[in-house]
């Protein structure tokens, strides 16, 4: 039975539904025993790799309590584990993990390298299939008619590929959404929502790093279904998707109305369909999402983030009253939160999955640096994540910023915040999160709306160096607004960093300026970096950009139009 087959029966679904809400109330339950559960996962992760290289050189056999695990195994990076995973990947066993990887997640981190991210059945099992199936759970509670059609739900991250490329020991190394976990982990069940869909397999060939036509030859599909639901997880592959109808559009109802896919016949042809795609353009001029699937009725992705600025203004693209539900707080590496309910960002701690510490966002990631625990946690404060699990990765800096929401069941909430990457021309030591807050602070306050964002640090002629901004508005700015924002965003960044404040004052840095670019420079240069051969998970909104080639590529001929005051 191949997945649409699957997907299209009724006892699969329930099947289904009942293992992703008993998930969930699994990761509910272990909330009220949290302290336990930590305790548990500790115990497990170090007598299950007690005899592996790492677990002797670091006495796991003597790891009793969190206590221990502080004293025995230093924090860690990708950069520290790094060569014996390469290890693990040229074949040794028994030297992070006492079960061998089965597959490599791929991850690029903040240099583009891709990461070789090792994962065990014993991860799967005890630490990524629990919040994996429980995070669908408030989609399908509220939006149950996502099941009803194999064609239901478009998921754009889901990219089987037929010849994955490989570690040397020959294990795949992929996305993992590039995983068929049925086949590798023995989980029947683990398709996700779309990939019983006609585009989930494409019927036609396409080369596997042709990223953009195979996100047209999808689109080309969809558009003749009824879809309810937009699967992303990366919110800026949802975003490019309204650039996209308007970019391909002519292709689109031509291939529509001739029953070709990708210029060969794989479809019936549907001139009706064709005509009315075409009325549609004609009355609203500019065609959107909700035109060509008016019963759209949720979004699934990160919703923090970049994503908060422009989020709101793209749920219009896919219709009024349209719900965005957040994607877990997660890494390749492992899981750190999911949603458990209809938050539009709050995602409670699995606590059964990882051990998890955590730093104060504004210290710097030291091996012996002190960290706190799950329960010494502030609400409204931002915090590196460490974790460790059953797989291999002990006291893990996994490199993303989250901020406490709220507790529940008295352990918190995170949302994510931004990743751990630091701009710091003087002293200033700003992270994503403070600038973003304040992005977000005074669009609010000015009215303006913020497509998307990006910035560097620039400095010449012995000057003191500043931030230049580039940002995608919503709508045209007038000049007087432009500076305007530019004042206020200087203002807002100093009172979420005391360090940028204090650079600011000492004339350490200059003002910050802004310019502005055409409302789909963000999706253009999105467009472009996928047309590369990136996978399109992995293409995300970056502030940070302090490359010259990739900024010249991304503002064109942009000019800064406001500059903030001292």
Known sequence: ????????????????????????????????????????????????????????????????????????????????????????????????????????????????????????????????????????????????????????????????????????????HVGASQVDFGAKFGEPLSAEPGT??????????????????????????????????????NPAMVAALPYQLRLWWPRLVKEIHDGTLGGLHRTDPDPERARELERLAHHFGTIRPAHVWPHMRALFCWTTGMASLYLPRLREEFGPGVATLPAPVAASEGPVGVALDRHTSACSLTVGASVYEFLDADDDIRPDAETLAWDELEAGRDYHVVFSHIGGLYR????????????????????????????????????????????????????????????????????????????????AWSPAETTRFAALLDTAIGGESGDYRTARSEGRLGALTVGLLDEDAFLADWHTAVATGIRPTQVKDRLFRQDPALWERLTGAARPVGEGQA
């Open 196 to 233: 019983g869909a006609p585009w989930g397999t494409l019927p036609v060939p396409v080369e596997a790093h042709e990223h953009l036509e195979k996100a047209y030859l999808r689109l080309r599909l969809a558009v003749t279904s009824d879809v309810r639901c937009v699967i992303g997880i």
């Open 396 to 475: 893990y800096a996994v490199g993303d910023v989250v901020r406490v929401v709220d507790r529940v069941d008295g352990v918190p909430r995170v949302e994510y915040a931004g990743r751990a990457t630091r701009s710091d021309a003087a002293g200033e030591r700003l992270r994503d999160a403070q600038v973003l807050r304040a992005l977000a602070a005074v669009a609010r306050s000015t009215g303006l709306d913020v497509r998307n964002a990006a910035c560097r640090v620039v400095g010449a002629d012995g000057s003191a160096p500043s931030y230049e901004f580039a940002l995608a508005p919503y709508g």
């Open 1 to 172: 039975m191949n997945l649409s087959e699957e997907w299209a029966d009724p006892d699969r679904v329930r099947r289904y539904r009942r293992r992703v809400f008993g998930e969930r109330e699994e990761i509910v339950s272990a909330l009220a025993e949290a302290r336990g559960q930590q305790q548990r996962v500790l115990r497990e992760l170090t007598e299950f790799n007690a005899g592996t290289e790492y677990g002797r050189a670091h006495g796991f056999d003597s790891v009793r309590d969190l206590s221990d695990l502080r004293k025995a195994v230093p924090i860690n990076d990708y950069a520290a584990l790094g060569p014996s995973i390469e290890r693990m990947a040229a074949g040794e066993s028994n030297v992070l993990s006492a079960d061998d990887p089965a597959v490599y997640f791929t991850s690029s981190g903040t240099t583009g390298a891709h990461k070789k991210v090792p994962v065990t059945p014993s991860f799967m099992r005890r630490t990524f299939f629990p919040f994996y199936y429980a995070a669908w759970a408030p989609l399908i509670e509220h939006f149950p008619d996502v099941l009803a059609r194999p064609d239901a739900v478009l998921n754009l991250k889901h990219d089987p590929l037929s010849a994955p490329p490989t570690t040397a020991s020959g294990r795949p």
